[in-house]
């Protein structure tokens, strides 16, 4: 076989860290759900919560190749991959720096818990990198960014981020759900640790739970030796899922990249919406910059509608389009993030992020778009009326 750098994507997808059925020679990679296996005369005592069963072992070469990095590690969600990274690399006294738009349970994660550890932290008031340098400390341990952030698309220079922690020794972390390594890949960037819910585009079919990450293999020793700790694994089930998922991971999110650029300037073009947030619309004051650091502009998109219009009456008529909590899936899903993934922010905190209780965070699925554009304008009709 060729060297994996040298592989194409989808045969990457399909074949790299695949687990071979030596005794049946399946096609797909057989389930090893052991959870005690030999300790002596072996070359690697395995053991779940040690991130080294076969399945686990080989999904994490996968998802390292399509990343473009040494290493990685999967887990039991993303929240789980997060705060085991942060706190491989954070201890008490230590600081870190983190953008004021990311996921609400990151930010929840933040300010409830790393008080109680002593760890110091401080957020930007934006995406730029020059809120990043006042804020550089001699404890500053971690620079943490999300591009593009949930639920407003922002997007940060990772070229410029990553060139500023290195100037003063500090590690970088990116979450990379929202793009997945289809559309963007931090670590030829620059970027030390990228993060992902695998939940979303890796998982894709919205039936599995699961975190990833994925470094260089001395950043990923040190955060399994605090993984170990935590418990965080994946059962192998879930696993053997995931694998499954990945093989078919460049095909479904280009469609619904595709999808989503033709969903972007359709609502773009509507007298009904007020404002649409996708980095591929001339409109979004960083689509020079995401064009030049991503291979391709995502699949999701957030909107708000002109006053009068309800938000929630409309979601509620939507007839294909599912009012949903999660994203990435095959199917396309609106949820409103004043209400589910920022809820636990006060209203004036989200407003300071510019996260209205009008807006709606939309995943473009893999339907035909002219049916998504039908779907869309019946429900606002009998919004309405």
């Not at 942060?86 to 230590?94: H, I, N, P, R, V």
């Amino acid at each position: 076989m060729k060297k994996q750098n040298t592989l194409g994507i989808n045969t990457q997808c399909v074949h790299v860290g695949e687990v071979k059925d030596t005794q049946f020679k399946g096609a797909v990679s057989p389930i090893y759900m052991a959870t005690s296996y030999a300790f002596d005369q072996v070359d690697v005592k395995r053991y779940p919560r040690y991130f080294n069963t076969p399945n686990q072992e080989m999904l994490c070469k996968k998802i390292a190749a399509l990343e473009h990095t040494e290493a990685g590690l999967i887990f039991g969600s993303g929240m789980a991959a997060i705060s085991t990274a942060m706190f491989a690399f954070l201890k008490t006294g230590d600081h870190i720096i983190i953008q004021q738009v990311i996921y609400g349970g990151t930010y929840n994660l933040i300010v409830s818990e790393f008080d109680k550890y002593g760890i110091e932290y401080s957020f930007t008031d934006s995406d730029r990198v020059e809120d990043f340098i006042p804020l550089i400390k001699e404890n500053t341990k971690v620079l943490y960014i999300e591009t593009p952030s949930n639920p407003l698309l922002g997007i940060t220079d990772i070229k410029a981020i990553a060139r500023l922690a290195k100037k003063h020794s500090i590690i970088t972390m990116i979450d990379n759900t929202f793009a997945s390594p289809i559309n963007q890949t931090p670590a030829d960037l620059g970027i030390d640790i990228i993060l992902h819910s695998a939940t979303k585009y890796m998982g894709g079919h919205s039936d599995i739970s699961a975190g990833a990450i994925a470094a260089s293999q001395f950043h990923v020793d040190l955060i399994w030796k605090t993984a170990i700790n935590f418990g965080g694994n994946l059962s192998d089930q879930t696993v053997w899922l995931l694998e499954r998922s990945l093989k078919t991971l460049n095909l479904r999110v280009k469609e619904q990249t595709k999808n989503a650029q033709e969903m972007a300037e359709y609502l773009e073009g509507n007298s009904d919406i007020d404002r649409v947030y996708y980095p591929r619309l001339k409109s979004h004051p960083q689509h020079e910059l995401a064009k030049s650091q991503m291979h391709g502009f995502g699949a999701m998109l957030s909107f708000e509608l002109q006053k009068g219009i309800d938000p929630m009456v409309f979601q509620n008529h939507l007839q294909l389009i599912k009012p949903s909590m999660s994203l990435a899936g095959l199917e396309s899903t609106t949820v409103s993030p004043s209400q589910t993934t920022h809820a636990l922010l006060s209203p004036e905190e989200r407003l300071e992020r510019g996260i209205r209780d009008g807006l709606i965070r939309f995943s473009v699925g893999i339907e035909e778009s002219k049916d998504l554009i039908t779907d869309i304008e019946q429900a606002i009709e009998k919004t309405k009326y």
